[in-house]
């Protein structure tokens, strides 16, 4: 069975402070996505990024990085240089399936507080 | 246009009551999903549509109905619901390129 887990319920950092949001998977599967979404206030589930299982490249998009390591089945997310608009909840999100009848599969969400 | 609409943003309804929460997105994508999140819970999917058939149900109660009318709209008929139905009820879609799901923006329900 599938899990993800994100141990930090909640984060609370200073402006500029960099901050890593971690998560950890279970999966039985070789090949498998990995993504992580950002839910602001608003509700809307925002796409950051997917890795499929084959890909252990770490990734960098303006202040934000990954780190994909599959021997500790981790894909952490570090926020550079934090902002206040980064305030919001991230769920890191699993799917073993990519085709009709893919299922992504949530973690429990990381609640960050970036303070002014 | 890159975006999954979803109507009506708030709804309130009684216990006895019958409404329907709908989504759209005009992507050409080929399944459309429901989610479910509890607040400070991460969404727990529903249903999945794929090429307009049911394809995914999570074991959801009858008092959910979805519909698939055609490729861009998907719908969530509810009748009977609870109080501890109340939600945001989140629709999603995914292309062919399969990189992502959109999300809409969703629907707080709230059953009194």
């Known amino acids: 069975a599938q899990k993800v887990t994100q141990a930090q319920t909640e984060i609370s950092v200073v402006e500029k402070e960099d901050v890593t949001l971690d998560c950890v998977y279970e999966?039985?599967?070789?090949?498998?996505?990995l993504f992580w979404y950002k839910q602001p206030p608003s509700g809307e589930l925002v796409f950051l990024i997917r890795?499929?299982?084959?890909?252990?490249q770490n990734e960098i998009s303006g202040r934000y990085s990954w780190n994909f390591q599959k021997s500790t089945s981790s894909f952490n997310f570090t926020i550079t240089a934090s902002q206040v608009v980064d305030s919001a909840v991230y769920f890191c999100a699993l799917s073993e399936a990519w085709d009709s009848s893919y299922k992504l599969i949530f973690g429990s969400g990381t609640r960050l507080l970036v303070r002014p | 246009d890159t975006e999954v609409t979803q109507t009506p943003k708030h709804l309130v309804m009684g216990m006895t009551n019958k409404k329907s929460l709908k989504c759209e997105q005009h992507?050409?994508?080929?399944?459309m999903y429901w989610y479910k999140q509890k607040a400070k819970k991460p969404p727990e999917l529903m249903f999945v549509?794929?090429?307009?058939?049911?394809?995914i149900n999570e074991s959801v109660p009858s008092r959910f109905s979805p519909e698939c009318p055609n490729s861009s709209l998907l719908n969530l008929h509810l009748h009977a619901l609870q109080p501890e139905d109340s939600a945001l009820y989140l629709c999603?879609?995914?292309?062919?390129?399969?990189?992502?799901?959109?999300f809409g923006s969703g629907t707080q329900l709230s059953v009194l």
């Open positions: 999966t039985r599967d070789t090949t498998y996505y």
């Open positions: 549509y794929s090429y307009e058939k049911l394809s």
């Open positions: 992507m050409g994508h080929r399944a």
């Open positions: 890795r499929n299982s084959f890909d252990e």
């Open positions: 999603a879609s995914i292309g062919a390129s399969n990189e992502k799901l959109f």
